[in-house]
């Protein structure tokens, strides 16, 4: 057994100045892209023109400090790493799962015997994509036409490349995003603000391509809106309508009693006036009413019926008594009505003396 040791260990020093040693051992990531939380598989390949893959030690190693991680297909962590032999392909193969951040941009090493083979595994678009974690698709936000979407994605790479379309319209214009870095990665916000038209059943739809994986961030199927927009205008409408009505109906009603209040006044003031000019003017009449009808006329006939009611006695006394009384009487009628004073009293007087020619008789 020994011998054949050594034979192999002369035969590597002879080969390594024929063969490089990247050529009989080498590692790489065997499938992209890789997608972070998800396990990843590192694959290493051992030449064929030597014996594989049990004659000398296996081993995978990581970090800065080339950290044995599994040795001969046993795990140093058996929830972390995992080692697959194929013989037949000569390939050793490292399963790291649920692969992080902390697993990228570091060396890694494959060793087979005193082959080696150790780069870095370095974070690139091509090779790796952190998927969304949030759930998809998002619902839309519908206020009346207006379609409205804000969202972040809190952590993806690459950065994501979105369309927007409704139906067959290609509304990509109203879609903003918005790319912050993360950590190793990138923290996206999309805003979406859109005014859809009349038409029933289309379908609004938000993707995005994070390296090479589509994703639907929304897909919302609009139901019919028009007749339920029409009829909430309407109702608006009608609203606005009745409140309007009632104002101008308050306003007239207030304007009429306004109206209404005035001509009452203006009535009570008229009836006011008029009943004291009334009473004014009936007293003023009763008042002529007594100076016409004390006239020398009815004097005249006072006085002849007193006489003929006396006639045969002493009328003397009477006739100067009721020509003294009568004649204040006539001077305060002809001082109101006019009457020249002078021809009452020479009518008095022509009584008088025919007053004396009946006694004489």
């Known amino acids: 057994m020994k011998i054949y040791k050594v034979l192999y260990v002369a035969l590597c020093i002879v080969c390594e100045t024929e063969t490089p040693v990247q050529d009989r051992i080498s590692w790489n990531l065997l499938k992209k892209p890789a997608v972070f939380t998800r396990d990843v598989q590192l694959e290493c390949t051992i030449s064929t023109e030597f014996p594989c893959c049990n004659e000398f030690t296996r081993k995978w190693s990581r970090g800065r400090r080339y950290d044995l991680v599994v040795m001969n297909g046993v795990s140093l962590n058996t929830a972390k790493y995992k080692e697959n032999l194929n013989i037949s392909a000569n390939t050793s193969t490292l399963t790291i799962y649920k692969f992080s951040e902390y697993d990228v941009d570091i060396p890694y090493e494959c060793s087979y015997g005193f082959d080696s083979a150790s780069h870095i595994l370095e974070l690139t678009e091509e090779n790796f994509e952190y998927h969304p974690e949030e759930m998809l698709p998002y619902n839309l936000t519908l206020e009346g036409h207006q379609v409205v979407l804000n969202i972040t994605l809190m952590k993806v790479y690459p950065a994501p490349i979105c369309t927007a379309m409704d139906g067959d319209i290609d509304v990509t214009d109203n879609l903003i995003i918005k790319n912050d870095e993360n950590g190793l990665f990138l923290r996206s916000n999309l805003r979406f603000n859109y005014t859809i038209n009349y038409v029933c059943h289309t379908t609004v739809e938000i993707s995005c391509r994070i390296g090479q994986t589509k994703f639907a961030i929304v897909n919302y199927s609009r139901p019919c809106i028009k007749e339920k927009y029409d009829s909430t205008v309407s109702l ?79 009328l003397e006394p009477a006739v100067k008594h009721n020509v003294q009384h009568s004649q204040p009487l006539l001077q305060s009628v002809a001082k109101e009505g006019n009457i020249d004073t002078r021809v009452v009293t020479n009518k008095s007087r022509k009584k008088k003396k025919r007053l004396k020619t009946i006694q004489s008789v």
């Open 236 to 314: 608006v409408t009608v609203r606005v309508m009745i409140i309007v009505c009632s104002i101008v109906i308050i306003f007239y009603i207030t304007v009429l009693l306004r109206m209404n209040y005035r001509l009452h006044v203006k009535r009570n003031k008229y009836l006011s006036t008029k009943t004291d000019g009334s009473n004014q003017e009936s007293k003023t009449d009763d008042r002529n009413n007594d100076d016409t009808n004390v006239t020398p006329q009815s004097v005249e006939m006072q006085r002849m019926s007193i006489v003929q009611s006396h006639e045969g006695m002493d």
